[in-house]
C-alpha cells in the first residue's frame, strides 16, 4: 500500500470515528426524531387508510346499486316473457348481462379495496406496537441517561471535595508545623534569656565579693601556694 493510499485509509478512519463521536453524542435527539418521523408516517398510514376505506364504502353502495338494478331489470324480463313478448325480453336479458359485467368489475374493485384496508390495518397496528414499545425504551434509556449523568457529576464533586479536603489536611499539616517550629523558637529564646540573666547575676555576685572570682591569676596563684606549701616548698 502505497503512503498516499496508507494517509485516504487514516483520514476516512478519523472521519468515520469523528462520525460515530457525533452520531453517540447526539444519540437522544436522533432517536426523539426517528420516533416522530415513525409517528408521521404512521399517521400518513391512517389517512391512506381512511382514504382507501371511504373508497371501499362508495364501492360496496355502487355494487348495491348495481345488484338491485339487476334483479330490477330480471323482474322486468320475466314480465315481458309472461307477456310472450320474448323480443322484449331478450333486450331485457341484454341489459342484465351489461350489468352482470359491471357487478362483476365492481365486486373485483371491492374485494381489492377490502384487501387494502385489511393489510393497511395490519400494518398500522404493528407499526402502532412497535412505536409504543419504542417510545417506552425511550423513556428508559431517557432516563438511564439522567441517572448516569447525575451519578457523574456527583462521583466529579466528590472527587472534587476529595481534592479540596486533601489540599486543606495538607494546609491544616503546614500551619501546624509552622506553629511548632515558632513554638520552638520561643522556647530557646526564652532559655537563652534565662542563661543571660543568670549570668548577669553572677557577674554581680563576684563584683560584690560574695562568690570567687572565676579564672583570675590572683586565684591561680593562691591555688599554687598552698600546693607547694603542703608539699614542703619543694617542686614536684
Known sequence: ????????????????????AVTDSQALRILDQEIRDADSDLNKSKEALADIMAKQKLAAGKLKQTQERIAEYEGYAVKALDTSDEALALEVAG????????????????????QSVEQLRVAIQTAQTHIKRLKQQADTVKATESVQ????????????????????????????QKQAERGARMESAA?????????????????AGITPQAGNAQSVLERLKAQRAATGGKSA
Not at 350489468?99 to 374485494?111: G, I, K, M, V, Y
Not at 532559655?191 to 563584683?207: G, V
Open 191 to 207: 532559655e537563652l534569656a534565662r542563661d543571660s540573666s543568670e549570668d548577669a547575676l553572677d557577674a554581680k555576685l563576684r563584683a
Open 149 to 176: 449523568r447525575a451519578q457523574a457529576t456527583v462521583a466529579g464533586r466528590y472527587a472534587g471535595s476529595q481534592t479540596r479536603v486533601q489540599s486543606a489536611l495538607d494546609s491544616l499539616e503546614r500551619i501546624k
Open 1 to 20: 500500500m502505497t503512503i498516499w493510499n496508507k494517509l485516504v485509509t487514516a483520514l476516512r478512519g478519523a472521519a468515520h470515528e469523528a462520525g460515530e
Open 95 to 114: 341489459k342484465v348481462s351489461v350489468l352482470e359485467t359491471q357487478r362483476d368489475e365492481e365486486q373485483s374493485q371491492l374485494h381489492a379495496y377490502t
